[in-house]
């Protein structure tokens, strides 16, 4: 991208000192307001909630492996899946891009020195550490075993599980995700450098723009829902329990209309990872800026208004469950939209297969599984059928895991050279993207079997025919989380022993690439000035490398 800044890299070094060096000890840190380090200090606690959550669905897949569930009993496998999804859901895939990649990305790409409100901004990080020791605390005291979907009046009144704890949890950690994205509206809308269009914003920054509108409008009705369920758990007031004069499909109302949107909190964020990656390991500029653009703002809007597809078996009037089905229908446009795009832009351009590259790849396939099954549980016939089987968990998963989780990881090693200012081994990078996806498939293919033939979710027991699709499940998982260690173990390891990157070992475009890596404290020596629009490349692959 064309600037009017200086290169930054021929600074002087005493003008470039940058985040990780500025000041040492544990207490600049924790009091720092440098949006970089705050990237740094999310990233640490949302990988400890990834192994938490993930060591759950480890002993889950262990119990499985045989009918009899003989490694835990099903009070203690309860625990298990409630566990892993509030840990999961809550405190990894609803922050992880955001807190992260969000965090340290925004204000370099728009040019500002830091975001709008960077007090706020550690505030929201001290929020959410509290609201993760509070899920913590449920774990070790004992657990929860309502689903990480909290169902009344289960719950509220008969469940001798940890569920204030954990509830309070979600609750205090609701009040972060509003936080951030107040900050980044603001940000976004008040601090974009001179020459930084609407349309010259890259596609990360509308995604980001989109997922924070939903924290805004929906995590205060989660924040709600979470409330009521403790006052009727602690006071026994009547709001959802009939027993007491409440209403259980209220609950349900409150969930998902929090919860739908919260499924593109997770997945949003990562679609503007891949629209940066497709870009530039294709050499192209991105087919149709403006139909990806306001694609992400469709999303948003339309994700408020479909959550009564998860409610097609609650005895809720078929009329609404017509307008849920055909409106369900309608959201899968614009996810439709970007996946069209991405595929146009890779036609014809110069690709390379580097390790973020895969991940973004391996996100289109997986994303693009996990939509075309959400069709079947739209659709009121199928659902009637599939509800409450292993088809969902399958399809939670190809858009969650394969979806989110490969967009964070694509990112994460996209912008890890900028991050650290170091290069990993990108043989190891490469083979970790592979065993992920093999892995992934190996897991949760078979799911989608499991649950046409009817075998139930959150089970510990099962009919002895389903074990051969069910080991073939445990196996993969066993890849894999290996897949997830591997890049855990080259990426520490790359902050001591990596090659320098130096400011852009990618070629790729963008205010973020024209700094040092990792970049000064104040991000720009200059402000820079814009006068192109994103994703600027050569229009050939002669130009790009000659």
Same mark, same amino acid.
């Given at each position: 991208m064309s600037t009017a800044v200086a290169d930054l890299h021929d600074a002087p070094a005493e003008s470039r000192v940058n985040y990780l060096n500025a000041s040492y000890g544990i207490?600049?840190?924790?009091?720092?307001?440098?949006?970089?380090?705050?990237?740094?200090?999310?990233?640490?606690?949302?990988? #400890?909630?990834?192994?938490?959550? !993930?060591?759950?669905? @480890?002993?889950m897949r262990l119990n499985l492996i045989e009918p009899t569930g003989a490694l835990v009993e099903p009070s203690t496998y309860n625990k298990l899946f409630s566990i892993h999804g509030i840990i999961m859901v809550f405190f990894f895939l609803v922050p992880s891009i955001p807190a992260t990649l969000g965090n340290f990305l925004i204000p370099l790409m728009i040019g500002a020195r830091d975001v709008a409100f960077p007090k706020l901004n550690l505030l929201s990080w001290y929020v959410f550490v509290v609201g993760s020791l509070f899920a913590l605390v449920a774990v070790l005291s004992g657990g929860v075993d309502t689903g990480w979907t909290f169902y009344t009046p289960y719950s509220s009144t008969y469940s001798h599980g940890n569920v204030i704890a954990a509830a309070l949890?979600?609750?205090?950690?609701?009040?972060?995700?509003?936080?951030? !994205?107040?900050?980044?509206?603001?940000?976004?809308?008040?601090?974009?450098?001179?020459?930084?269009? &609407?349309?010259? %914003?890259?596609?990360?920054? &509308?995604?980001?723009? =989109?997922?924070?509108?939903? #924290?805004?409008?929906?995590?205060?009705?989660?924040?709600?829902?979470?409330?009521?369920?403790?006052?009727?758990?602690?006071?026994?007031?009547?709001?959802?329990?009939?027993?007491?004069? !409440?209403d259980p499909l209220l609950f349900q109302h409150l969930f998902w209309f929090y919860s739908h949107p919260a499924v593109y909190i997770m997945i949003l964020p990562g679609m503007g990872v891949v629209s940066e990656l497709i870009t530039a390991f294709s050499r192209k500029r991105i087919f149709g800026y403006s139909f990806v653009a306001f694609s992400s703002l469709a999303i948003a809007v339309i994700s408020f208004i479909v959550w009564g597809h998860h409610m097609f078996v609650t005895g809720q009037s078929i009329y609404a469950g017509l307008v849920f089905s055909a409106l369900s229908f309608l959201v899968a446009i614009p996810s439709a939209i970007k996946v069209f795009n991405w595929t146009a832009t890779l036609y014809k351009g110069s690709i390379s297969y580097e390790a973020p590259m895969l991940y973004a790849l391996g996100f289109?396939?997986?994303?693009?599984?996990?939509?075309?099954?959400?069709?079947? %549980?739209a659709s009121l016939?199928?659902?009637?059928?599939?509800?409450?089987?292993?088809?969902?968990?399958?399809?939670?998963?190809?858009?969650?895991?394969?979806?989110?989780?490969?967009?964070?990881?694509?990112?994460?090693?996209? &912008?890890?050279?900028?991050?650290?200012?170091?290069?990993?081994?990108?043989? &190891?990078?490469?083979?970790a993207a592979l065993v992920v996806f093999v892995g992934f498939n190996l897991t949760f293919f078979p799911q989608f079997v499991l649950g046409y033939l009817?075998?139930?979710?959150?089970?510990?027991?099962?009919?002895?025919? #389903?074990?051969?699709?069910? @080991?073939?499940?445990?196996?993969? =998982?066993?890849?894999? !989380?290996?897949?997830?260690?591997?890049?855990?173990?080259?990426?520490?390891w790359s902050m001591r022993y990596g090659p320098p990157a130096g400011p852009n070992p990618w070629g790729a475009k963008g205010l973020e690439w024209i700094t040092p890596s990792p970049p000064p404290t104040e991000n720009f020596e200059e402000i820079p000035t814009v006068t192109e629009g994103a994703y600027n490349y050569p229009s050939s692959k002669a130009e790009h490398h000659g």
């Open positions: 207490r600049s840190w924790l009091l720092t307001t440098d949006h970089k380090r705050i990237c740094l200090l999310y990233l640490a606690v949302i990988t #400890f909630n990834f192994f938490i959550g !993930g060591t759950a669905a @480890v002993l949890g979600v609750f205090i950690a609701g009040f972060s995700s509003i936080l951030t !994205g107040l900050n980044f509206i603001v940000t976004i809308h008040k601090m974009r450098a001179p020459g930084m269009t &609407w349309f010259r %914003l890259p596609l990360f920054i &509308w995604a980001m723009y =989109a997922t924070s509108l939903i #924290f805004v409008l929906g995590t205060p009705v989660i924040a709600i829902t979470m409330f009521l369920l403790g006052l009727e758990r602690i006071f026994h007031v009547g709001v959802f329990d009939p027993a007491l004069g !409440g289109i396939g997986l994303f693009t599984m996990g939509g075309l099954t959400g069709l079947f %549980l016939a199928t659902d009637v059928h599939l509800n409450g089987t292993y088809f969902i968990v399958a399809h939670f998963h190809y858009i969650m895991v394969g979806g989110a989780v490969m967009a964070y990881l694509g990112g994460i090693h996209f &912008w890890w050279p900028k991050i650290s200012g170091r290069l990993y081994p990108d043989l &190891w990078a490469r083979f009817g075998m139930p979710r959150r089970y510990a027991v099962y009919p002895s025919e #389903f074990q051969v699709l069910n @080991v073939m499940s445990s196996a993969g =998982a066993s890849i894999l !989380g290996v897949g997830y260690i591997i890049p855990l173990i080259y990426l520490i």
